[in-house]
């Protein structure tokens, strides 16, 4: 017995045709017209769309950063996502400073192993490249990783040199991976931030001043040069404004291997009206790169529909507003800054570091903002339902772009003969306020407070098995699979 989902529209990358669906064990195995009922569970679709499950290839689940470690981890950040019609990510391993590529990948797999609720893939983020590491690179591959990820910013913590950036392009382009860059200039950074501060500029709203666009783009520039002389397939994580987006685009005029991603928040916040804020409110939306202006957005949305960027993620990295309650101090100095759901489970007034350590001095204030939950909801409700993506445009953005350049396609991102069943049932006409008070993500603020969007999941299917039911969650731990990923993957 299956799971037949009749009368619905599947929408795909290419297509919306009006067809039934019928799932047999994990898998998609027939689509037609009038398919039979025989003796498989109905699901009545009649008015919905079926989407492909979303893919978010930008999530960092449980990362230690800025002095603490993000909210959300392969547990509760899993619910969150799919709710949000999320039902595979790609999260961030990294390497630790000293150590190995595989030293990561244990720490990253306990972190996820017997909780996961989604299924899941790493990306390799290298910091600390020597001639070990350089061997070390191919065996990712033994390990479903195709994607290695460098930071080009947070000097003296994960920033890497030139050098590093390209050796490594130089090997991965031997073994059909891909590199990603976060693209900031960090020794630009490191010198604006200290001169804003010793001038008493220490709100939220400078750290925007001490990453301006032109370090983004010069760093987009630096990446995607070494991207046309190494022959290396380069994806620009979280990219945010004009200087950028040029840069991408003269390296794909080219024809080099370059493509790029923005996330959710850069299309909708911005400094003037969220950063600058009053109080130290405007911490909640202090990520890095900064989010930009109204001017941007336009640029953003130009870019999705054009082409210029293949992807929408989320950069999901999320910190209390109001953290650093109970003895968090004392917590901290027993485990080792170790196991902050643990603390917050002893007490439920209990909360681990998060914005507030930078009060005072923006630079201390944890980088990163919520998405995770939020993405499908909002870039259906501002690109669909405003026209500006047509619904197959947005399944490509957030489901069948991320498969396809990640080694993940067909088996995710499309709705298929023998693709997983990643399936949601999508109601165009529903309506529902965005807001801190009901999302499922562990964070106390929504970027998107109050917002009304119409089109959302009612039903979320991973792999056959129905993780959401309207408001009912059915999701188990250790049901989240890891996705090995195949090398070679196209460059879009
Ligand atoms: O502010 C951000 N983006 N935090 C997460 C880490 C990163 O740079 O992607
Ligand atoms: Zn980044
Ligand atoms: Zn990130």
Redesign the pocket.
Known sequence: MGILFKNGKIITASDAIDADVLVEGEVVTLIGQDLRADNHELVDCAGKFLLPGGIDV?T?LD?P?GGTISNDDFDVGHMAAAFGGTTTHID?VVQPIGGSLRDGLETWWAKSRDIAQIDYGFHMAVTDLNDAVMAEIPTMLDEGITSLKL?M??KNVFQIDDATLFNTMRVAADHGMIVMV?AENGDVEAALTPALLAAGKTDPVYHAASRPPEIEGEATNRAVVMSGLTGCPLYV??MTCEPAIEALRRGRALGYPVMGETCVQYFFLTVDDHMALPGFEGAKY????PIRSKQDHGLLWQAVRDGTLQVVST?H?DFWYDGGHGPWQEWNERTGGRDWVGYEKQDPSYRRPGKELGMGNFAKIP???PGLEDRMLVMWDAGVNSGKLSPSRFVELCCSNPAKIFGMYPRKGTIAVGSDADILVWDPNKQHTISAETHHMRVDYNCYEGRVVTGLPVQVYQRGRKLVDGAQWHGSNGSGQFVPRAAGAPVL
Do not use: T, W
């Open positions: 930008h960092h990362l950063f961030f930071f910013a947070y976060h994580v979280h202090v990520c890095s790169p950069d990295c980088n990163g903002m």
